[in-house]
């Protein structure tokens, strides 16, 4: 894992086989995996996310940071939004740093992300999300349920593709990284507060798979999640 010790105040802007539990597509397992083309130690957790890319009960998620781009290659897919997104989990567990590669499952449990065995465990123990109210589609629009609490309800807009990227300089120059279901829009749809909510939903571009996240703050727990 490649760590950068960045003050917080700074910052402005194949895996085994699927667990015993019933699989259940329309709420899955949230994995969250950080990382850029410029880190080294990236590559075998790229591995392993495109190998749960293939799992129903898993909603695998490609994020591709910024921090590395000024360090020999800048990231094809990288995003400050992403950034950001890592940050907030960072504040929101009290670390004052964030790190590549690193995985966050349903928003909260925090591994590393190369070690096939030790990210299944993860995903065991992190379950699916199971607090949180129902997420429907209706047409163009977005109906969530009644339940208790509040959350931000994320659009998470993502490449389901095989992508092979020759990378050409860096820690990584002369390798081709392949990625798959790399995020490409994260867009915050609206909260929710425990009523019955619609929201429209915004057209998706062409290629890409759309999948919604209830999220308790800002880096907190994954309630609810589903593809759409």
């Known amino acids: 894992m490649k760590m950068f010790w960045i003050p917080l105040l700074a910052l402005t802007g194949a895996c085994s086989t699927q667990s015993n539990a019933a699989i259940d597509t329309a709420n899955p397992t949230v994995v969250e995996l950080y990382q850029s083309q410029g880190c080294s130690s990236c590559p075998p957790a790229d591995a392993v996310l495109n190998a749960l890319a293939d799992r129903s009960d898993v909603l695998a998620l ?30 929101a567990s009290g670390r004052t740093y964030v790190a590549t590669p690193q995985m966050v499952i349903n928003g909260s449990g925090v591994v590393t992300g190369g070690d096939p065995a030790q990210v299944d465990a993860a995903i065991r123990r992190g379950g699916r999300p199971a607090t949180g109210p129902t997420i429907n ?19 998470v807009r993502y490449d389901p593709r095989t992508i092979a990227v020759p990378i050409r300089a860096g820690e990584n120059g ?3 990284i392949a990625h798959r279901n790399v995020v490409r829009q994260l867009v915050q749809l609206g909260q929710w507060a425990g009523a019955p909510l619609r929201l429209a939903l915004p057209a998706a571009p062409a290629g890409l798979s759309s999948a919604v996240l209830l999220q308790q703050g800002r880096g907190g727990t994954i309630i609810a999640s589903r593809r759409i």
Not at 63 to 91: E, I, S
């Open 62 to 91: 490609s994020f591709a940071v910024t921090y590395w781009d000024q360090l020999g290659w800048k990231d094809t897919f990288a995003d400050p939004a992403f950034t950001q997104r890592q940050w907030d989990y960072a504040r």
């Open 137 to 155: 589609r209706a047409g163009g629009s977005l109906a969530i349920g009644t339940g208790k609490g509040s959350a931000t309800v994320w659009l």
């Open 174 to 176: 002369g390798r081709t």
